[in-house]
């Protein structure tokens, strides 16, 4: 199994690449200004494998990435792109040199929710795996990836996904690029991060180069309903404008890459 | 311009109608989809408690009333069982052929595989597809386009100007949300709307808009750091119309039903303004509305216009009620 490692901020390539993965990857899942720039990108490129990994794109955007795309595509070779919407993913999907991955936000399971298990136990038994495994576990779903030239997918190996992993065999239809260790509970469209420095891009760019624990507090409407071991699930960390929460999972199964933060969230200190 | 709202039964189909609905969206009968979350956050279709026959003669009675019938089919994370015998999406074919037998006029899905299915069933279906899609570009447009769909509800989460470019050469029929969104893009937002106590799933209302407390080093800050839920789009509503906006929606099956018919009351009161040609501008029409309804001046007080955020920059650090302590 292939290591990436997927790092929160450009500062820290060398130190990835010190550890000898298979591939690095940059970017992030909910903002496009963690993008590195193009010539560090090739700089990195000249070192190991590099996956950019894009947020959802807006309209105004579009052009801006795919030019930058097009340009790395061509100084690098090759390029694995992690894109997170399917218009990104049409409007790329033809560039010489690009390997298209869906991302985690096209790439849902309802077990990711904090409380899926409570919803699922509404079922019988042998009906909760299907509800809470991934949605990728689609005949349909893999075929038109794969018309857009969509190589590889990003998910979550939580446990039932996990077993349908093995039922299925996944990955020998689709690369498969598994998280063990935590889940996205939200993107916001503003960023959490930059209005607590009152900022806007580009200023905002250094004011997320680290996690910040969110804890639930109460309810406006009802002071009754304040944080205690129940609301948990209300909890994360802020890495930007991405709202993840930690997860320990150690349903290893046979997948091609396995994609790894650096560092933790668990560590959630501060990254110069 | 279309306007769709809730309705859980014939009663409530005929208030909406009556405070000028031009169209209802309700969820099917179903033993299978009655726990099914219909969005990420956790609420389910389940209180909808009609009979097939009660269903049907509700999308008759619609008709009667030249009031079209939106069906959700929300399956968040539709995927195929190596189970013949447990196969979701068996039941959600049955689910779709339910509803398209009842006479329903579109279907509103969120899953790439739901709409192939639906595809496979009725090739001439009447498809929406959800905001739960986050679409937030033109390529996105034209991707489902592709995949046949007719009608696609932009994200809530953009601001008017981009609402507009979109729309302005969009090659396919748009729809938004017109009231509340959420804080998060809908499609990918595991935020409960519930907290489990005792094996239970109790309701909190809107964790978007309650407190939340961030340590930073040696200092903890409290406030509404995620509070960005904006509400009213009625300010914007002149250039919605001018658009090629298809349909606005009034949200919530799950809400307080007299909310709902306020809503829907404002919603037209502001489209016949408009139609009728003696308004032109924002301020006039939310003039007119508080006039008429003097408790909607709410949303102005509180600021939460739609889009307001990402078109005006100072109101940034404005919004963010934070504290330190």
Same mark, same amino acid.
């Given at each position: 199994?292939?290591?990436?490692?997927?790092?929160?901020?450009?500062?820290?390539?060398?130190?990835?690449?010190?550890?000898?993965? $298979?591939?690095?990857?940059?970017?992030?899942?909910?903002?496009?200004?963690?993008?590195?720039?193009?010539?560090?990108?090739?700089? +990195?490129?000249?070192?190991?494998?590099?996956?950019?990994?894009?947020?959802?794109?807006?309209?105004?955007?579009?052009? $801006?990435?795919?030019? $930058?795309?097009? +340009? +790395?595509?061509?100084?690098?070779?090759?390029?694995?792109?992690?894109?997170?919407?399917?218009?990104?993913?049409?409007?790329?999907?033809?560039?010489?040199?690009?390997?298209?991955?869906?991302?985690?936000?096209?790439?849902? +399971?309802? !077990?990711?929710?904090?409380?899926?298990?409570?919803?699922?136990?509404? $079922?019988?038994?042998?009906?909760?795996?299907?509800?809470?495994?991934?949605?990728? @576990?689609?005949?349909?779903?893999?075929?038109?990836?794969?018309?857009?030239?969509?190589?590889?997918?990003?998910?979550?190996?939580?446990?039932?996904?996990?077993?349908?992993?093995?039922?299925?065999?996944?990955?020998?239809?689709?690369?498969?690029?598994?998280? @063990?260790?935590?889940?996205?509970?939200?993107?916001?469209?503003?960023?959490?991060?930059?209005?607590?420095?009152?900022?806007?891009?580009?200023?905002?760019?250094?004011?997320?180069?680290? %996690?910040?624990?969110?804890? %639930?507090?109460?309810?406006?409407?009802?002071?009754?309903?304040?944080?205690?071991?129940?609301?948990?699930?209300?909890?994360?960390?802020?890495?930007?404008?991405?709202?993840?929460?930690?997860?320990?999972?150690?349903? @290893?199964?046979?997948?091609?890459?396995?994609?790894?933060?650096?560092? !933790?969230?668990?560590?959630?200190?501060?990254?110069? | 311009?279309?306007?769709?709202?809730?309705?859980?039964?014939?009663?409530?189909?005929?208030?909406?109608?009556?405070?000028?609905?031009?169209?209802?969206?309700?969820?099917?009968?179903?033993?299978?989809?009655?726990?099914?979350?219909?969005?990420?956050?956790?609420?389910?279709?389940?209180?909808?408690?009609?009979?097939?026959?009660?269903?049907?003669?509700?999308?008759?009675?619609?008709?009667?009333?030249?009031?079209?019938?939106?069906?959700?089919?929300?399956?968040?994370?539709?995927?195929?069982?190596?189970?013949?015998?447990?196969?979701?999406?068996?039941?959600?074919?049955?689910?779709?052929?339910?509803?398209?037998?009842?006479?329903? *006029?579109?279907?509103?899905? *969120?899953?790439?595989?739901?709409?192939?299915?639906?595809?496979?069933?009725?090739?001439?279906? *009447?498809?929406?597809?959800?905001?739960?899609?986050?679409?937030?570009?033109?390529?996105?447009?034209?991707?489902?386009?592709?995949?046949?769909?007719?009608?696609?509800?932009?994200?809530?989460?953009?601001?008017?100007?981009?609402?507009?470019?979109?729309?302005?050469?969009?090659?396919?029929?748009?729809?938004?949300?017109?009231?509340?969104?959420?804080?998060?893009?809908?499609?990918?937002?595991?935020?409960?709307?519930?907290?489990?106590?005792?094996?239970?799933?109790?309701?909190?209302?809107?964790?978007?808009?309650?407190?939340?407390?961030?340590?930073?080093?040696?200092?903890?800050?409290?406030?509404?750091?995620?509070?960005?839920?904006?509400?009213?789009?009625?300010?914007?509503?002149?250039?919605?119309?001018?658009?090629?906006?298809?349909? &606005?929606?009034?949200?919530?099956?799950?809400? *307080?039903?007299?909310?709902?018919?306020?809503?829907?009351?404002?919603?037209?009161?502001?489209?016949?303004?408009?139609?009728?040609?003696? &308004?032109?501008?924002?301020?006039?029409?939310?003039?007119?509305?508080?006039?008429?309804?003097?408790?909607?001046?709410?949303?102005?007080?509180?600021?939460?216009?739609?889009?307001?955020?990402?078109?005006?920059?100072?109101?940034?650090?404005?919004?963010?009620?934070?504290?330190?302590?």
């Amino acid at each position: 199994m292939e290591l990436e490692i997927r790092i929160t901020h450009n500062s820290l390539i060398d130190e990835a690449i010190a550890k000898k993965p $298979y591939a690095i990857s940059l970017g992030h899942e909910g903002c496009l200004g963690r993008l590195p720039d193009l010539d560090d990108l090739v700089e +990195a490129g000249k070192r190991t494998k590099i996956k950019l990994v894009l947020p959802k794109i807006l309209n105004h955007s579009m052009t $801006y990435v795919e030019n $930058y795309i097009r +340009a +790395a595509a061509a100084k690098l070779g090759t390029l694995e792109v992690t894109v997170n919407d399917f218009g990104t993913m049409l409007r790329l999907y033809d560039i010489k040199g690009i390997k298209l991955i869906a991302g985690r936000l096209l790439i849902k +399971a309802f !077990e990711e929710h904090p409380l899926g298990h409570l919803v699922s136990e509404r $079922y019988p038994e042998e009906w909760r795996q299907n509800i809470l495994q991934s949605c990728i @576990f689609s005949e349909d779903k893999i075929s038109l990836l794969k018309q857009y030239n969509v190589v590889g997918i990003e998910m979550n190996i939580f446990e039932n996904t996990a077993k349908a992993l093995q039922q299925w065999n996944l990955n020998e239809k689709i690369a498969v690029h598994g998280f @063990f260790n935590q889940a996205i509970l939200a993107v916001f469209r503003y960023c959490p991060h930059a209005r607590l420095n009152e900022k806007l891009p580009p200023d905002c760019r250094c004011t997320c180069e680290r %996690y910040i624990p969110l804890e %639930y507090v109460n309810n406006q409407r009802d002071s009754n309903l304040t944080n205690s071991n129940s609301c948990s699930n209300l909890t994360g960390i802020l890495d930007g404008n991405v709202l993840m929460r930690e997860v320990k999972s150690d349903h @290893f199964v046979k997948i091609d890459r396995q994609v790894a933060l650096y560092p !933790e969230i668990s560590r959630g200190e501060r990254i110069k | 311009m279309i306007l769709y709202s809730p309705a859980n039964s014939i009663k409530e189909a005929e208030e909406v109608i009556k405070a000028g609905a031009d169209g209802i969206y309700i969820g099917g009968v179903t033993t299978i989809y009655s726990n099914y979350p219909y969005g990420s956050n956790g609420w389910t279709v389940g209180e909808n408690k009609l009979s097939v026959r009660e269903f049907k003669e509700l999308v008759e009675f619609c008709h009667r009333n030249k009031v079209l019938v939106q069906y959700n089919v929300y399956t968040d994370c539709l995927s195929d069982s190596v189970s013949a015998k447990h196969n979701l999406a068996e039941y959600f074919s049955d689910y779709v052929k339910f509803g398209l037998d009842a006479g329903v *006029d579109s279907i509103l899905l *969120d899953d790439i595989s739901a709409i192939m299915r639906v595809n496979k069933i009725d090739p001439n279906v *009447d498809i929406h597809a959800s905001f739960l899609f986050d679409i937030v570009n033109a390529e996105q447009l034209k991707f489902f386009k592709s995949l046949n769909v007719k009608t696609i509800e932009l994200s809530p989460q953009l601001a008017i100007k981009e609402i507009c470019e979109l729309s302005e050469n969009s090659p396919i029929s748009l729809g938004l949300i017109s009231h509340l969104n959420c804080a998060a893009y809908e499609g990918s937002c595991y935020i409960d709307h519930f907290i489990e106590d005792d094996h239970k799933m109790i309701p909190i209302g809107l964790p978007c808009k309650s407190n939340y407390r961030l340590t930073i080093d040696d200092k903890t800050v409290e406030g509404s750091f995620i509070d960005m839920t904006l509400s009213c789009s009625v300010c914007n509503m002149p250039a919605l119309i001018n658009s090629n906006i298809n349909y &606005i929606k009034i949200p919530g099956r799950h809400i *307080d039903f007299s909310l709902i018919l306020n809503w829907t009351m404002v919603y037209r009161e502001a489209i016949n303004l408009l139609k009728g040609g003696h &308004i032109n501008t924002g301020q006039e029409l939310r003039d007119n509305i508080i006039k008429k309804y003097p408790n909607w001046n709410l949303w102005c007080r509180l600021n939460r216009k739609k889009g307001c955020l990402y078109d005006n920059e100072n109101s940034v650090s404005k919004f963010c009620m934070s504290r330190v302590i």
